[in-house]
């Protein structure tokens, strides 16, 4: 990415030198350098607050309630992790935390998912079947309550950020059925359990 970033630039500043409008390059990098700021605290804020939910809610106990809930599915779709209880409630927190839209705060969740999965697959360097779904599944996640995208639509303006609800739940269920069909197969074809 830092290549991307770095031949991005330079071209900018390339194309912005060949028709005179170098100026113009260095204005609106420096202003947009300075929103990507502001949007940063505003989304910083959201997550903190979402964050904390996710903090209550696992203090609460909603968030063992909802694993136990998800531990059925997961033990379908992930045959080989029945008896493995620590990984389960490591998928199912991450699962969690994405139902409730907390994509970055799922991350070290996912993290700690991830790290189950390898040690289950006896820390083998290719991924195992349950790797890729888990990262499938974490990709392509449902979401039942969108907050990063709402938080941004607030701070666009919308009058109603949540106002896209059916359309976040039908299309993030769409890609995680289609997602989720495509590595099945693929690792039926390929011979991988």
Not at 60 to 84: A, D, Q, W, Y
Not at 159 to 164: A, C, F, K, S
Request: hydrophobic share 55%.
């Amino acid at each position: 990415m830092g290549k991307f970033f770095f031949a991005a630039a330079a071209l900018s500043l390339i194309f912005g030198a060949v028709n005179g409008r170098t100026e113009a390059v260095s204005a609106a990098a420096l202003e947009e350098s300075s929103h990507a700021v502001e949007l940063s605290v505003k989304l910083l804020g959201s997550l903190c607050f979402w964050s904390g939910i996710m903090s209550v809610a696992e203090k609460s106990g909603l968030v063992s309630i909802i694993c136990s809930l998800l531990r059925p599915l997961l033990k379908i779709i992930f045959p080989r992790l029945k008896n493995e209880e620590k990984a389960l409630g490591a998928v199912s927190m991450n699962i969690t935390a994405n139902l409730l839209g907390l994509g970055n705060a799922a991350t070290p969740l996912g993290i700690s998912a991830m790290k189950e999965l390898h040690r289950i697959s006896g820390y083998s360097s290719a991924a195992t079947a349950e790797m890729v779904c888990f990262v499938v599944m974490n990709t392509a996640s449902l979401q039942l309550i969108p907050t990063t995208v709402a938080a941004l639509r607030l701070e666009a303006g919308a009058e109603n950020p949540m106002d896209i609800l059916p359309a976040v739940w039908f299309v993030s269920a769409l890609s995680l059925l289609v997602g989720m069909a495509a590595a099945k197969i693929t690792f039926l074809k390929g011979g991988k359990k």
